[in-house]
């Protein structure tokens, strides 16, 4: 009875003329309160986008992320992840909301602090920043090719500029790579964002949103400036890069395998720190032939079942796309957090396959022969 009136409070509160849409991302959309009420000041609700499936499977899908990141990502990056809170909706309060953003929303939401409310609110999408070079066995011993070598050069998002630009997502190759950001070159990175900050960069003044490339020269410089003191301070893409790290193998060294029918991998752990994409563009280094050689074993290496590779590379996938949020306020110390750390459905395996195969083939294709 009192979870049932609970329900029932929370549903009626929420009211669609007092929240005002804020953003959407590939399953969410968010919203911003801005009525007068102080159950809901400062924060924000993120609605399931429809599915088409029933409704107790978009709240499984709410309530399991929510446990997911109380039980496994908030033990490996701490405080700096805020776990939304699950919300009852009805399904009349999703069609009201739906008609804010014109996106037919699922009657499942959570809500959470809002970001926003500072003076400046920068939000970084630092994308993979590992290049693994990982070589892998199969459970009867045989390599596993990880087919073009490209994989193990360039990193996933600048191979994904070409595809992009030849679909007309954007009109420019960005010189942003996520590799500099956790590598050391985060000022770098930041002005590369500046410059060109398709989805990798947002930026946030008072609440509401400002083009990066119109801020000038003095006010970007004191942003990135603060912005970096405050990534260095928490650690958060150290702690990124240690999830993403969970299995030092690409999708297509494991499909591979799964195709192979093997119930395990052996692997060697190696990666590379830095990209060579922007280099193979420019033409002052050409890209490897194919390689599908076998390499012998190394005395040092790590066995996994298969079930376990797949659970840990989805985790590594659900830190490959997440934001850092890095709030700034004039007189007050700045704070990080991370959002949209959610979990990764196994459903997605398949066209993760195939999206690799085709980005790796559009870069090649687009650095011309050899």
Known sequence: LKLQFLYFIVTMSLIAEEWEYLAQGGRHVVFRYRGIGKVWKNKVVRFLKCTGRGQEEDIQEVTGTIEWLRKDMVPMVGDVIDVPRYIAVSREIAREFSQLCGCKLAAAADFMPDYTACDILVEIKPKKGVLFTSDAWDDRGNYLPSGDPLRKLCCKHCMQQSLKLGKGKINTISSFCPMELFHGGIEKAMQSMFAVPQNSLLLRRNGELVDPTTVGIAERQDITIQAQ????????????????????????????????????ITYSSSERTTCLASSM????????????????????????????????YFISRSAQDTSIMVQLNRGCPSAVKIVDLDKKPPRKYDLWVGQDKNLVSVFRASLGPL
Do not use: C, F, W
């Not at 260095?232 to 499909?255: A, F, M, N, V």
């Not at 190394?298 to 590779?309: A, D, F, I, K, Q």
């Open 229 to 264: 003191e405050a990534l260095e301070k928490s650690g958060i893409l150290s702690t990124l890069s240690e999830i993403q790290r969970i299995i030092p193998l690409d999708i297509e060294t494991i499909h591979q395998a799964r195709t192979r029918g093997s119930q395990e």
């Open 281 to 312: 563009r420019l033409g002052s280094l050409k890209p490897p032939l194919y390689q599908d050689e076998d390499v012998p074993a190394p005395l040092s290496t790590n066995t996994l079942p298969m079930s376990e590779v797949l659970d840990r």
